[in-house]
């Protein structure tokens, strides 16, 4: 089981843009799938966004897709989650996660293990 520590949430105005970071000791060296998970006040869980750590492939929530962008720094074990164009509905604590690996095809609504968040408010 990864660590992870999640950094970066702010309050933003609608339309903006806030990059989370998070640090996973030691999951660069490990095939899997990583990524980033939300949950609002009052809602589940919900994948965001995710990537293969040996193809780099990605997947996203359709709420997201076109406006996050996730990415990696292996030699640093950090994951990224870019996210442009934030509307209110984004409103959530973000946290970065491990996702089932099903023979190198991550799933963005299969994760299993996440860290304690970092918050990203939207206001209109």
């Known amino acids: 089981q990864v660590q992870l520590q999640e950094s970066g949430g702010d309050t933003v105005q609608t339309g903006g843009s806030l990059r989370l970071s998070c640090v996973a000791p030691g999951y660069s060296a490990r095939s899997g799938c990583m990524g980033w998970t939300r949950q609002a006040p009052g809602k589940q869980r919900e994948g965001v966004a995710v990537?293969?750590?040996?193809?780099?492939?990605?997947s996203y929530a359709d709420s997201v897709n076109g406006r996050f962008v996730v990415s990696e720094d292996k030699a640093m074990d950090r994951l990224y989650l870019q996210m442009n164009n934030l509307k209110p509905e984004d409103t959530a604590m973000y946290s970065c996660?491990?996702?089932?690996?099903?023979?190198?095809?991550?799933?963005?609504?299969?994760?299993?293990?996440w860290g304690q968040g970092t918050q990203v408010t939207v206001s209109s």
């Open positions: 990537f293969h750590t040996v193809d780099g492939g990605t």
């Open positions: 996660a491990e996702f089932y690996d099903f023979g190198g095809a991550c799933d963005v609504t299969d994760f299993m293990n």
